[in-house]
């Protein structure tokens, strides 16, 4: 399992933007497939972005697709969810997570595929 933490989160108007942080233990940080989730209070947790192994393949759930932007550093050992437009339905705590290799695109939106998981990063959106 990887060690992640996440940083960055935080209270936002609507409209603005905040960038999430996921910095990584791991000597193999290119051989991990890195996600977003969030949980909202009262809701289950959802998919919100995946990046591939290399970072040359990224899906998004509906409801960030064209506000969200996931990337990765390799070299830092960190991947990060840039958000813009944000809502108060982004309101939620935003989970980093990690698998060791890649399934398919569908399957990697699934939770129970990712072997390790950071703390989560509180984001609130005020309207």
């Known amino acids: 399992q990887v060690q992640l933490v996440e940083s960055g989160g935080g209270l936002v108007q609507a409209g603005g933007s905040l960038r999430l942080s996921c910095a990584a233990s791991?000597?193999?940080?290119?051989?991990?497939?890195m996600a977003w989730f969030r949980q909202a209070p009262g809701k289950e947790r959802e998919f919100v972005a995946v990046?591939?192994?290399?970072?040359?393949?990224?899906y998004y759930a509906d409801s960030v697709k064209g506000r969200f932007t996931i990337s990765r550093d390799n070299a830092k050992n960190t991947v990060y969810l840039q958000m813009d437009s944000l809502k108060p339905e982004d309101t939620a705590v935003y989970y980093c997570?990690?698998?060791?290799?890649?399934?398919?695109?569908?399957?990697?939106?699934?939770?129970?595929?990712?072997?390790?998981w950071g703390q989560g990063t509180q984001v609130t959106v005020s309207s």
């Open positions: 791991t000597r193999t940080f290119s051989n991990y497939a």
């Open positions: 997570a990690a698998r060791s290799g890649w399934q398919t695109a569908q399957a990697m939106r699934a939770s129970i595929w990712y072997d390790s």
């Open positions: 990046m591939s192994l290399s970072g040359s393949s990224t």
